[in-house]
């Protein structure tokens, strides 16, 4: 009975002893496996930031050896472009009015302080659709015949502020893929003449050219795309707003019919 409650002893001291040096391994283990953990961490970082390095300066070497006769056109050609589509896309974006609101608030107006008070409420309200609001209500004495033809008159004119340059954008769009083709070319001609001049059929010849060839190329085809993200961006609000204001049109002669006939009664 003793020696068998000896060794449940000694079993039980051993289990324990066990588990404590189990424990002090899994500790002894837990800093270093955060420092592994913490480089491979960095490691990746690393990595993720040279490669987002490396993208740029291989873009930014590829621009330069693209040569900087035709790749400065190019470039031009985006810088102007985008400048031009950003212009017109704040300009589109402060145009844009609420016409349901605005044709609201312009009857109210017209049915409690007359046609001062509606002209008014347009002066108040920016966009093309108070515009032409404003100058309908301006002709609203003479009838609603002569209002709606200043209304459409005046719809001729908006239309013309809200394309205004957006030309130029789709101007860009078709020059720099053709100047990156002209690049493509002129580098070809460029390397049929090494080989000409060199009078052998060599790889290193011809290699530089048709590299730059290939750049403009490239390059012209990324800006063309660039610019026409922005120009059917600009031609949809465009359409939008061009809506809006005949719809806006339609209405705001149904206002002065119904106003008219009111003072008739």
């Not at 002893?17 to 491979?40: C, K, R, Y």
């Not at 949809?236 to 006939?261: C, F, G, H, P, W």
Request: aromatic share 8%; with cysteine; proline share 2%.
């Amino acid at each position: 009975m003793k020696r068998l409650f000896s060794i449940l002893v000694i079993a039980t001291i051993m289990a324990f002893g066990a588990e404590n040096v189990n424990a002090s391994n899994n500790v002894n283990a837990l800093p270093a496996t955060i420092v592994n953990f913490t480089q491979d961490e960095n490691q990746v970082a690393e990595e993720m930031e040279t490669e987002e390095v490396g993208f740029h300066q291989e873009l930014k070497r590829r621009f330069i050896e693209g040569g900087p006769g035709f790749m400065g056109i190019v470039l031009l050609s985006l810088i102007l472009g985008l400048a031009i589509a950003i212009e017109r896309i704040i300009y589109l974006n402060l145009a844009t009015t609420n016409t349901k609101k605005l044709s609201q608030d312009v009857e109210d107006a017209l049915n409690t302080g007359g046609i001062e008070a509606a002209k008014e409420v347009c002066r108040n309200t920016s966009g093309p659709v108070a515009s032409i609001f404003y100058q309908g209500l301006d002709r609203a004495e003479e009838g609603p015949e002569a209002a709606e033809k200043a209304v459409v008159a005046y719809g001729g004119v908006q239309m013309g502020q809200l394309e205004k340059n957006v030309s130029w954008v789709s101007l860009f769009i078709a020059i720099a893929p053709m100047l990156g083709f002209m690049g493509t070319v002129i580098g070809m001609i460029e390397a049929f003449d090494r080989i000409e001049a060199a009078g052998d059929m060599q790889p290193s010849l011809v290699a530089g050219g048709i590299k730059i060839a290939l750049l403009t190329t490239v390059f012209g085809l990324i800006v063309a795309i660039i610019l026409q993200i922005f120009y059917n961006y600009i031609i949809a609000k465009i359409d939008r707003i061009v809506n809006d204001m005949e719809d806006a049109s339609i209405t705001l002669i149904d206002i002065l019919v119904d106003y008219k006939n009111k003072r008739r009664v």
